[in-house]
């Protein structure tokens, strides 16, 4: 797949987003914390030519280019630039978000309905699982910058990069898409200062005020998940298809949080699906 590269400047400092294809609806995708938009690449060659890809770097970790120093690293800062991305795409956008690109997409789905046609949520922060349990305890440890510094320069090594995506991916990553996945994270005190206020605003409240809104969102909605996922429960998939007038829940039987690296070909096929279908009824 061949990608065209700008920078694209936000409220807080410019983020890299990468495009591919020329026609069809827009899909913009939203990736999670300490990683970037290449998390998608996998996906993005098996769904071909059919669409016009928006694959931006959010400043979650797993970015190039820091933030303004006195930026907004919130969830909702975060929502406010993908709305800010999205109203300059041709429409009809298709909004995606997986982990904590989930929990972003979900804020930025109700703020601005009427900007995006459909919404695609993988295993996401959900309810008052925001961050993942097992991932805690980084909240504290985002307190002491020097720790947070700590883990980053761990991750210049293969064995703590492999250690991090056995959380999220089931499959291994080959090396070649580890350092595409970790940016300048383990190098640029910038990217790790991004990380570190995202951590310190990632908090229950986040996903769980969302939740009284989500019914607000009328478009068709499809939440693809992972069956055996450590981070995020299936029970979620299920809860939020209710949450919604008009969702579908697809399984993923052999992925973890992120599906796109994973299981490709099957998350093309639903999403190809998704988009080929007029409307999206529940289904449990």
């Given at each position: 797949?061949?990608?065209?590269?700008?920078?694209?400047?936000?409220?807080?400092g410019?983020?890299?987003?990468?495009?591919?294809?020329?026609?069809?609806?827009?899909?913009?995708?939203?990736?999670g914390?300490?990683?970037?938009?290449?998390?998608?690449?996998?996906?993005?060659?098996?769904?071909?030519?059919r669409?016009?890809?928006?694959?931006?770097?959010?400043?979650?970790?797993?970015?190039?280019?820091?933030?303004?120093?006195?930026?907004?690293?919130?969830?909702g800062?975060?929502?406010?630039?993908?709305?800010?991305?999205?109203?300059?795409?041709?429409?009809?956008?298709?909004?995606?978000?997986?982990?904590?690109?989930?929990?972003?997409?979900?804020?930025a789905?109700?703020r601005?309905p009427?900007?995006?046609?459909r919404?695609?949520?993988?295993?996401?922060?959900?309810?008052?699982?925001?961050?993942p349990?097992?991932?805690?305890?980084?909240?504290?440890?985002a307190?002491?910058?020097?720790?947070?510094?700590g883990?980053c320069?761990?991750?210049?090594?293969?064995?703590?990069?492999r250690?991090?995506?056995?959380?999220?991916?089931?499959?291994?990553?080959?090396?070649?898409?580890?350092?595409?996945?970790?940016?300048?994270?383990?190098?640029?005190?910038?990217?790790?200062?991004?990380?570190?206020?995202?951590?310190?605003?990632?908090?229950?409240?986040?996903?769980?005020?969302?939740v009284p809104?989500?019914?607000g969102?009328?478009?068709?909605?499809?939440?693809?998940?992972?069956?055996?996922?450590?981070?995020?429960?299936?029970?979620?998939?299920h809860?939020?298809?209710?949450?919604?007038?008009?969702?579908s829940?697809?399984?993923?039987?052999?992925?973890?949080?992120?599906?796109s690296?994973?299981?490709?070909?099957?998350?093309?096929?639903?999403?190809?699906?998704?988009?080929?279908t007029?409307?999206?009824?529940?289904?449990?």
């Open positions: 797949m061949r990608y065209e590269s700008e920078q694209v400047a936000t409220d807080g410019a983020i890299t987003v990468r495009r591919a294809g020329r026609h069809g609806p827009t899909l913009l995708f939203v990736h914390m300490m990683v970037n938009g290449h998390v998608w690449d996998p996906l993005v060659e098996h769904l071909g030519d669409y016009r890809v928006v694959l931006p770097d959010l400043p979650l970790g797993g970015h190039r280019t820091p933030l303004d120093a006195d930026a907004d690293r919130s969830p800062a975060h929502a406010d630039r993908v709305i800010e991305l999205a109203r300059t795409l041709p429409g009809p956008v298709v909004l995606v978000g997986n982990d904590t690109g989930g929990a972003i997409a979900q804020i789905a109700v601005e009427a900007l995006f046609s919404l695609v949520l993988l295993p996401s922060d959900a309810f008052d699982n925001c961050p349990r097992l991932l805690t305890p980084l909240r504290p440890i307190a002491l910058p020097p720790l947070i510094r883990i320069v761990g991750l210049r090594g293969r064995p703590f990069q250690l991090l995506m056995k959380f999220v991916a089931r499959n291994p990553v080959p090396d070649r898409r580890l350092t595409e996945l970790l940016g300048a994270l383990p190098h640029d005190r910038g990217v790790q200062r991004d990380l570190t206020g995202l951590l310190r605003t990632l908090r229950p409240e986040v996903t769980r005020e969302v809104r989500l019914g969102y009328r478009g068709p909605v499809l939440i693809a998940w992972s069956r055996k996922d450590p981070l995020f429960p299936l029970a979620h998939a809860r939020l298809a209710e949450c919604f007038p008009n969702a829940v697809a399984i993923a039987e052999g992925s973890r949080a992120f599906v690296l994973d299981e490709p070909e099957w998350l093309a096929a639903r999403l190809i699906e998704f988009m080929e007029e409307s999206a009824p529940h289904t449990a």
